[in-house]
């Protein structure tokens, strides 16, 4: 027999995924939040990010979905606005300042890219 624990979780998975049915989430958000639960019941949190890379590829990049392309463009901004401030700190040496702008460029161009194929 399942343990307490486990049996909690999946009654909270359950319930989870019930209120975002019933409040009309998007299909894929709710796909998404059970693979963030699935992960984390199991132990294999890279499941959540393996399953959101797999529905950006086919959602966002190849459909355009609009839910997924603005989840990932958060994403990146994100990151962004991480990397900027990074960039800012005077304690990094000259080496890593041009490393962290690579990657400034970089957030950048897929922004662009991003919201181009949100526009498409």
């Not at 958000?29 to 890279?46: D, F, H, R, T």
């Not at 959540?48 to 590829?57: A, D, F, N, P």
């Amino acid at each position: 027999m399942a343990d307490k624990k486990f049996l909690g979780e999946l009654q909270e998975l359950r319930a989870t995924l019930t209120d975002m049915i019933n409040s009309g989430k998007p299909p894929l958000e709710i796909v998404l939040e059970v693979a963030k639960m699935l992960g984390e019941i199991s132990g294999e949190e890279s499941f959540y990010r393996s399953t959101r890379e797999q529905i950006l590829s086919i959602y966002g990049l190849a459909f355009k979905d609009e839910f997924i392309l603005d989840d990932e463009l958060g994403e990146v901004k994100s990151r962004l606005e991480k990397i900027s401030a990074a960039y800012e700190n005077p304690d990094f040496t000259e080496e890593e300042h041009i490393r962290i702008g690579y990657a400034l460029e970089n957030h950048r161009k897929e922004i662009e890219r991003l919201e181009s194929l949100k526009n498409s």
